[in-house]
């Protein structure tokens, strides 16, 4: 599997934001999904993940202002991102796992994605 981000940009305070990761491969709906971020000078951390039949979970940061979910007939997982804060500049990432449930630890990923920029001027 192959995933390709993109829909990063800059954004001032308050606006939205939606990411996109395309797979390649025709098992990726059968496989979890998720996004993390990595802001400069800091370790990389979970954000959303979606299971194969569309459960999801969040981080508490950004529970109620993002939103995950996934077209499985387009293999793309999006990372809808409304009323976006500075705090949420980083590097995003996308990733998928060999399973079908929800997956929050970074190490359970088998494939990422290259990272899309999302910079938030305040």
């Known amino acids: 599997v192959q995933l390709q981000a993109s829909g990063g940009g800059l954004v001032q305070a308050g606006d939205s934001l939606r990411l996109s990761c395309a797979a390649s491969g025709r098992t990726f709906s059968s496989k979890a999904a998720g996004w993390f971020r990595q802001a400069p000078g800091k370790e990389r951390e979970f954000v959303a993940a979606?299971?194969?039949?569309?459960?999801?979970y969040y981080t508490n940061s950004v529970k109620g202002r993002f939103t995950i979910s996934r077209d499985n007939a387009k293999n793309t997982v999006y990372l809808q991102m409304n009323s976006l804060k500075p705090e949420d500049t980083a590097v995003y990432y996308c990733?998928?796992?060999?399973?079908?449930?929800?997956?929050?630890?970074?190490?359970?990923?088998?494939?990422w994605g290259q990272g899309t920029l999302v910079t938030v001027s305040s």
């Open positions: 979606i299971s194969w039949v569309g459960s999801t």
């Open positions: 990733a998928a796992a060999q399973t079908t449930s929800l997956v929050t630890a970074a190490r359970l990923y088998d494939y």
